[in-house]
């Protein structure tokens, strides 16, 4: 049997936080500088001026890492109780609902007047590299840590208590420290400039499509007046059906059958998270390929093309077009409908559309199918563009979280470690 020692590389040394190079150190983190709280900022307070503010549950969906926008502006009498921040701070969710995700911190970098609400904990550190820290707090084998001392079930907390003793493995010099912070920051800022691409293409998708979608504005070589038709004249309406459940062969085949958490921000979709077998299908109501599924029960107004025979549950009715009709132009007709569709809702314990109103829904489409296929087209190679630029965002994203590994392990080194250098305090 190979021993633990046999596999550490030559230069390196397994501590409690793994294996990392032998001129690294472990230092508790309330060695590094001081601790201190946010004060509580109500909903109503976030909305209520012009100072932007960090509220705990914005460090875990708002922020990565570093704080680079402010979705919480609060007015000059509330950040008169509030904790005003410095440059430099860390800021630790104090709450979650899991271990995995409790102490997910983001560090403030910004030169202006900002503020912490309650369930923040905030640590400022005295001369280490900020960034680095952050980045570090929030890798794999730190937060391992933190997970194990939130202390709560339905709602988990850490404390500055806990968060203190928490282990940083720490680079000789603050030289490699910024090295590191600003590798992993360049890489941040390529994921920021990707996710703002993103952005602005999916406005410029949505302000076609209500062009397109309306009349308001034709592509070139169609002049024919649009005309009011019923959705019942797309095509063939159909509501969903489930096999029956306690039949276990009609479970578990390869033939998709589609509710709403299946339905995604994509076009398209070939599979189903529950697939039936052909007896399944064979028991409830079959969808051809490139069939329309519009949700009408609940989460009104998803919708999808499904593009293998197959079936979807009761809350989606379904448009199996007829000859007149594109299938993509009625998805994207669809798309840009939602808010009607949501405004058109009945309200009883949940909000419904029954088959019979949905199709009396009306709505202004092209007479020619030519000028629906190239209105689709257009579209289309929007989405396109789009989803490949969402592509090339989660691979960023992937070859960040790889580098960091690396980097704040110290497996690859950016900095020679034969080269004397002045240590950090």
Same mark, same amino acid.
């Given at each position: =049997?190979?021993?633990?020692?046999?596999?550490?590389?030559?230069?390196?040394?397994?501590?409690?936080?793994?294996?990392?190079?032998?001129?690294?150190?472990?230092?508790?983190?309330? *060695?590094?500088?001081?601790?201190?709280?946010? &004060?509580?900022?109500?909903?109503?307070?976030?909305?209520?001026? /012009?100072?932007?503010?960090?509220?705990?549950?914005?460090?875990? @969906?708002? /922020?990565?890492?570093?704080?680079?926008?402010?979705?919480?502006?609060? +007015?000059?009498?509330?950040?008169?109780?509030?904790?005003?921040?410095?440059?430099?701070? !860390?800021?630790?969710?104090? *709450?979650?609902?899991?271990?995995?995700?409790? %102490?997910?911190?983001?560090?403030?970098?910004?030169?202006?007047?900002?503020?912490? %609400? %309650?369930?923040?904990?905030?640590?400022?550190?005295?001369?280490?590299?900020? @960034?680095?820290?952050?980045?570090?707090?929030?890798?794999?084998?730190?937060?391992?840590?933190?997970?194990?001392?939130?202390? %709560?079930?339905?709602?988990?907390?850490?404390?500055?208590?806990?968060?203190?003793?928490?282990?940083?493995?720490?680079?000789?010099? $603050?030289?490699?420290?910024?090295?590191?912070?600003?590798?992993?920051?360049?890489?941040?800022?390529?994921?920021?400039?990707?996710?703002?691409?993103? *952005?602005?293409?999916?406005?410029?998708?949505?302000? @076609? =499509?209500?062009?397109?979608? @309306?009349?308001?504005?034709?592509?070139?070589?169609?002049? $024919?007046?649009?005309?009011?038709?019923?959705?019942?004249?797309?095509?063939?309406?159909?509501?969903? *059906?489930?096999?029956?459940? /306690?039949?276990?062969?009609?479970?578990?085949?390869?033939?998709?059958?589609?509710?709403?958490?299946?339905?995604?921000? &994509?076009?398209?979709?070939?599979?189903?998270?529950?697939?039936?077998? !052909?007896?399944?299908?064979?028991?409830?109501?079959?969808?051809?390929?490139?069939?329309?599924?519009?949700?009408?029960?609940?989460?009104?107004?998803?919708?999808?093309?499904?593009?293998?025979?197959?079936?979807?549950?009761?809350?989606?009715?379904?448009?199996?077009?007829?000859?007149?009709? +594109?299938?993509?132009?009625?998805?994207?007709?669809? $798309?840009?409908?939602?808010?009607?569709?949501?405004?058109?809702?009945?309200?009883?314990?949940?909000?419904?559309?029954?088959?019979?109103?949905?199709?009396?829904?009306?709505?202004?489409?092209?007479?020619?199918? $030519?000028?629906?296929?190239?209105?689709?087209?257009?579209?289309?190679?929007?989405?396109?563009?789009?989803?490949?630029?969402?592509?090339?965002?989660?691979?960023?994203?992937?070859?960040?979280?790889?580098?960091?590994?690396?980097?704040?392990?110290?497996?690859?080194?950016?900095?020679?470690?034969?080269?004397?250098?002045?240590?950090?305090?």
């Amino acid at each position: =049997m190979t021993s633990v020692s046999a596999i550490i590389p030559i230069g390196y040394k397994q501590t409690e936080v793994g294996v990392i190079p032998e001129d690294w150190v472990l230092i508790k983190l309330g *060695s590094f500088g001081a601790f201190s709280k946010g &004060r509580g900022i109500t909903k109503s307070e976030a909305n209520s001026g /012009h100072i932007p503010s960090i509220r705990y549950g914005e460090i875990y @969906t708002y /922020h990565d890492d570093v704080v680079r926008s402010y979705n919480s502006h609060i +007015s000059s009498q509330v950040a008169e109780s509030s904790k005003m921040l410095r440059k430099g701070d !860390i800021l630790f969710a104090g *709450s979650g609902e899991t271990r995995e995700e409790i %102490g997910k911190c983001v560090v403030f970098i910004d030169e202006i007047e900002a503020y912490a %609400g %309650g369930d923040v904990v905030i640590f400022s550190p005295r001369s280490e590299n900020s @960034t680095y820290l952050a980045y570090t707090l929030n890798s794999f084998q730190v937060s391992q840590q933190k997970s194990k001392l939130g202390q %709560g079930d339905a709602v988990v907390h850490i404390y500055s208590s806990e968060l203190s003793g928490v282990l940083i493995p720490i680079p000789p010099s $603050e030289e490699e420290q910024k090295i590191i912070a600003d590798i992993i920051t360049d890489s941040d800022s390529q994921i920021q400039a990707l996710e703002n691409l993103i *952005s602005k293409k999916r406005n410029l998708k949505k302000g @076609t =499509m209500q062009k397109l979608l @309306t009349g308001r504005a034709r592509l070139p070589g169609f002049t $024919e007046k649009w005309i009011l038709k019923r959705v019942s004249n797309f095509g063939t309406i159909v509501t969903g *059906s489930t096999p029956l459940t /306690h039949k276990p062969e009609f479970w578990g085949g390869n033939i998709p059958w589609i509710t709403p958490t299946d339905i995604t921000n &994509r076009s398209e979709i070939f599979t189903s998270e529950r697939q039936i077998t !052909i007896e399944g299908l064979d028991s409830i109501r079959i969808l051809p390929e490139n069939s329309v599924l519009v949700t009408c029960i609940a989460s009104i107004g998803k919708n999808i093309i499904l593009r293998k025979l197959g079936s979807c549950n009761q809350q989606i009715n379904a448009i199996i077009p007829n000859q007149k009709y +594109s299938t993509e132009f009625l998805y994207f007709l669809f $798309e840009n409908n939602k808010s009607f569709m949501i405004g058109n809702a009945g309200i009883t314990a949940t909000m419904i559309i029954s088959k019979t109103d949905f199709e009396k829904f009306t709505f202004l489409v092209p007479n020619s199918l $030519e000028e629906q296929q190239a209105i689709a087209e257009v579209l289309s190679d929007m989405d396109a563009e789009i989803f490949t630029l969402e592509q090339r965002l989660e691979k960023t994203k992937a070859i960040k979280q790889g580098m960091m590994q690396q980097l704040l392990t110290g497996r690859i080194r950016l900095v020679d470690p034969s080269t004397p250098v002045e240590a950090s305090a």
